[in-house]
């Protein structure tokens, strides 16, 4: 670990950074992912509202933020104590290789079990062997696959979910507008 390095909850402050290491995760993923100072600010205010589901981190080495780490807390039926996500783990290019993603990751690991998880997860672009291998590394291993699918523009219509006509007692009228598959056209 590189001396003078701590890890400590985000702050608005460190917005600009934490959106430049984005900015550094977006490249490195090839993507062209735009980010909006007003739009990165709204979303850190909403999730620091809700800090039993949302907690972001950052690592500073000699006052400088060089890593982010955002942790999603969530319940299901199957796992009653809860998942840990980690949503973002990111160390800047040039600080990468000396410690500060392990201390980030650890950090994550103690977090959900101080809250009494089940279990932590990450997602990985299956592209992206070196952060596969990092969280191999460091004692995570492949338990299932994640399907995603990316919306480019909100939706514009809601599709009702509709069962198959074919078998009648699986029919069910459509009572529950609530229930739909939304689908950008």
Same mark, same amino acid.
């Given at each position: 670990m590189e001396a003078n390095m701590r890890i400590r909850k985000?702050?608005?402050?460190?917005?600009?950074?934490? $959106?430049?290491?984005?900015?550094?995760?977006? #490249? $490195?993923?090839?993507?062209?992912h735009l980010l909006d100072e007003n739009d990165l600010r709204r979303h850190f205010v909403n999730?620091? $509202?809700?800090?039993?589901?949302?907690?972001?981190?950052?690592?500073?080495?000699?006052?400088?933020?060089?890593?982010?780490?955002?942790?999603?807390?969530?319940?299901?039926l199957y796992h009653r104590n809860g998942t840990a996500l980690i949503n973002e783990l990111i160390?800047?290019?040039?600080?990468?290789?000396?410690h500060a993603g392990a201390c980030l990751l650890q950090y994550a690991?103690?977090?959900?079990?101080?809250?009494g998880m089940d279990e932590i997860e990450v997602g990985v672009m299956q592209e992206n062997e070196g952060a596969r291998r990092f969280y191999r590394r460091h004692g995570l291993s492949t338990e299932y696959l994640l399907l995603?699918?990316?919306?480019? #523009?909100?939706?514009?219509?809601?599709?009702?979910?509709?069962?198959?006509?074919?078998?009648?007692?699986?029919?069910?009228?459509?009572?529950?507008?609530?229930?739909?598959?939304?689908?950008?056209?």
């Open positions: 985000m702050i608005e402050a460190d917005l600009p950074r934490v $959106a430049s290491l984005l900015e550094e995760l977006s #490249t $490195a993923l090839g993507e062209d999730m620091s $509202a809700q800090d039993e589901t949302y907690e972001n981190y950052v690592c500073e080495h000699e006052d400088e933020v060089i890593g982010f780490l955002s942790l999603l807390f969530y319940r299901s160390v800047s290019e040039e600080h990468r290789g000396k690991v103690n977090r959900a079990r101080e809250r995603g699918m990316e919306f480019d #523009t909100p939706p514009e219509e809601t599709v009702p979910c509709e069962l198959p006509a074919e078998n009648p007692s699986q029919d069910v009228p459509d009572e529950n507008p609530q229930f739909a598959i939304r689908r950008t056209l």
